[in-house]
């Protein structure tokens, strides 16, 4: 049985940071897609940040030049790197995965795995 969990969250003031992490476990197959993802009250989830083909990173424009997703990180684990928060930041994250090729690593429809959730607070 695939399980995915993060962790990481917590609540920070406008400018800081934090790092979120992710770990699928119970997956045998060879090929692992993972995306991080949120969502705000009353408002859709959306793709934050994911590891599509050949390792090419994909960022929604709201976190482009904020967040990043290192490079080489451990097999079947994701981190996120988030600096500069703002309020609007403020969301439940969400940690997902697939056992096979996607075309949309943004897209959440893309994704079989899903994590709880860790919450990120960002005050102003």
């Known amino acids: 049985q695939v399980q995915v969990a993060e962790s990481g969250g917590g609540s920070v003031q406008a400018g800081g940071s934090l790092r979120l992490s992710c770990v699928v476990s119970?997956?045998?197959?060879?090929?692992?897609?993972m995306g991080w993802f949120r969502q705000a009250p009353g408002k859709e989830r959306e793709g934050v940040a994911a590891?599509?083909?050949?390792?090419?990173?994909h960022y929604a424009d709201a976190v482009k030049g904020r967040f990043t997703i290192p490079q080489h990180s451990p097999k079947n684990t994701l981190t996120l790197e988030m600096s500069s928060l703002k309020p609007e930041d403020t969301a439940m994250y969400y940690c997902?995965?697939?056992?096979?090729?996607?075309?949309?690593?943004?897209?959440?429809?893309?994704?079989?795995?899903w994590g709880q959730g860790t919450q990120v607070t960002v005050s102003s």
């Open positions: 119970g997956f045998i197959g060879s090929e692992l897609y």
């Open positions: 997902a995965a697939v056992g096979r090729d996607i075309s949309f690593p943004l897209y959440r429809h893309e994704y079989d795995y």
């Open positions: 590891i599509g083909r050949f390792g090419f990173l």
